[in-house]
T-cell receptor, first 115, second 116 residues
Framework: GENVEQHPSTLSVQEGDSAVIKCTYSDSASNYFPWYKQELGKRPQLIIDIRSNVGEKKDQRIAVTLNKTAKHFSLHITETQPEDSAVYFCAASIDSGGGADGLTFGKGTHLIIQP | ETGVTQSPTHLIKTRGQQVTLRCSSQSGHNTVSWYQQALGQGPQFIFQYYREEENGRGNFPPRFSGLQFPNYSSELNVNALELDDSALYLC???????????????FGPGTRLLVL
């Protein structure tokens, strides 16, 4: 089955700086890659996603890049703010033709924004 | 916030007991996926229901079972509870379309289960 590795496990950056979180996946058939943000005690919330027919996607301060050849994808957050502090999860999924599939998650990155 | 709701919010059970968790999907969604999230870990896929049928399953034993109802709400049942079943159980709903691309999954707030 699919295996998703995520690094780093903890990332501390100064407010206003950029943060980058990296994930690799094992199954070349994976074609959907969402990123979720989870604050303490709350539900995971989708922040951005990318499909395998696109190399990069941007939404204001957040961007995701995908390298299908290397099987890795990254989350980039620019101009970080205190409210960006949370645990971020990457995930991968294969569209097996059955309409939808389960997501395989990484272990998460605890992002700490230092004031 | 998403329109996905779960009940109960918290639950305490003892080893060997059975538990049923419930999920109401967002309006317009016909697919529900269930995940187990242990403390400090990412969610792990249990199974998915699409139009009342199981549509995929992760690496969980048969004592984890589920149902989906005609209104697309869903239940997760766990029999013979073990200590390691203590976790946050999340459901996610999506607008699944057979044969089309994977749709975005929106999570509920979760049910925190403690097995003593």
């Amino acid at each position: 089955g699919e295996n998703v590795e995520q690094h780093p496990s903890t990332l501390s950056v100064q407010e206003g700086d950029s943060a980058v979180i990296k994930c690799t996946y094992s199954d070349s058939a994976s074609n959907y890659f969402p990123w979720y943000k989870q604050e303490l005690g709350k539900r995971p919330q989708l922040i951005i996603d990318i499909r395998s027919n696109v190399g990069e996607k941007k939404d204001q301060r957040i961007a995701v890049t995908l390298n299908k050849t290397a099987k890795h994808f990254s989350l980039h957050i620019t101009e970080t703010q205190p409210e960006d502090s949370a645990v971020y999860f990457c995930a991968a999924s294969i569209d097996s033709g059955g309409g939808a599939d389960g997501l395989t998650f990484g272990k998460g990155t605890h992002l700490i924004i230092q004031p | 916030e998403t329109g996905v709701t779960q009940s109960p919010t918290h639950l305490i059970k003892t080893r060997g007991q059975q538990v049923t968790l419930r999920c109401s999907s967002q309006s317009g969604h016909n697919t529900v996926s269930w995940y187990q999230q242990a403390l400090g870990q990412g969610p792990q896929f249990i199974f998915q229901y699409y139009r009342e049928e199981e549509n995929g399953r992760g690496n969980f034993p048969p004592r984890f079972s589920g149902l989906q109802f005609p209104n697309y709400s869903s239940e997760l049942n766990v029999n013979a509870l073990e200590l390691d079943d203590s976790a946050l159980y999340l459901c996610a709903s999506s607008r699944g379309l057979a044969g089309y691309q994977v749709e975005t999954q929106y999570f509920g707030p979760g049910t925190r289960l403690l097995v003593l």
